[in-house]
């Protein structure tokens, strides 16, 4: 057994690999959006006595979120919800570019999209129901977890293996950064 040495840095070495053709699919990718109830959460609503609603989300989604931003992708929500649990959410991981209480979706990622000057040909969608195929149909690259309603799973090219509100968001994360090059600079700053 060896001694650990804090004095002597190694290397972190990626150990994530993913399908050559889906890397080239996820290249050009440079904004992604995201739907929040069963892609950014679990997709359970709660509620308190008051009727607020009570959201939960998973920190290794949130790091993930961050580490595009650093990697010059943009995050963006597009959601049929409005809550301030979520607003709050997004103001603390720096996501700018959200529509909130939207069922169309499509030209909310439109507008999104013509504010960052992208095309659909530059996007990447993560969706769980009915509602987020406009974009998911138009992104170079449509993602879905796991549980997602199975029209929707048929047009996706990547589905996470952890479910929503549980990593799924990370996976696709660690994928365009993977795609892009940066995962291997980004995981050495941690080391």
Same mark, same amino acid.
């Not at 049929?80 to 979706?105: I, M």
């Not at 960052?116 to 993602?143: E, K, T, V």
């Given at each position: 057994?060896?001694?650990?040495?804090?004095?002597?840095?190694?290397?972190?070495?990626?150990?994530?690999?993913?399908?050559?053709? %889906? !890397?080239? +699919? $996820?290249?050009?990718?440079?904004? /992604?959006?995201?739907?929040? &109830?069963?892609?950014?959460?679990?997709?359970? @609503?709660?509620?308190?006595?008051?009727?607020?609603?009570?959201?939960?989300?998973?920190?290794?989604?949130?790091?993930?979120?961050? %580490? !595009?931003? +650093? $990697?010059?992708?943009?995050?963006? /929500?597009?959601?049929?919800? &409005?809550?301030?649990?979520?607003?709050?959410? @997004?103001?603390?991981?720096?996501?700018?570019?959200?529509?909130?209480?939207?069922?169309?979706?499509?030209?909310?990622?439109?507008?999104? !999209?013509?504010?960052?000057?992208?095309?659909?040909?530059?996007?990447?969608?993560?969706?769980?129901?009915?509602?987020?195929?406009?974009?998911?149909?138009?992104?170079?690259?449509?993602?879905?977890?796991?549980?997602?309603?199975?029209?929707?799973?048929?047009?996706?090219?990547?589905?996470?293996?952890?479910?929503?509100?549980?990593?799924?968001?990370?996976?696709?994360?660690?994928?365009?950064?993977?795609?892009?090059?940066?995962?291997?600079?980004?995981?050495?700053?941690?080391?």
């Amino acid at each position: 057994m060896s001694e650990h040495n804090p004095d002597t840095q190694r290397d972190l070495l990626p150990v994530l690999q993913f399908d050559p053709e %889906l !890397l080239l +699919r $996820a290249q050009p990718v440079r904004v /992604v959006f995201f739907d929040v &109830d069963g892609v950014l959460t679990d997709g359970g @609503l709660l509620y308190s006595e008051s009727g607020e609603t009570l959201k939960r989300f998973n920190t290794l989604d949130g790091h993930g979120l961050k %580490l !595009l931003q +650093r $990697a010059g992708i943009t995050p963006a /929500v597009v959601t049929g919800r &409005d809550s301030a649990p979520l607003r709050l959410r @997004l103001k603390a991981l720096g996501v700018t570019h959200a529509r909130f209480g939207t069922e169309d979706k499509r030209p909310a990622a439109e507008a999104i !999209l013509a504010e960052l000057g992208l095309s659909w040909q530059q996007a990447a969608a993560m969706g769980d129901d009915w509602p987020d195929l406009p974009m998911m149909r138009r992104a170079a690259l449509a993602c879905a977890p796991q549980h997602a309603h199975a029209e929707v799973r048929a047009h996706a090219h990547f589905a996470p293996k952890a479910a929503a509100g549980h990593g799924a968001v990370r996976e696709l994360c660690d994928l365009l950064l993977v795609a892009s090059g940066q995962y291997a600079r980004l995981l050495a700053d941690y080391a």
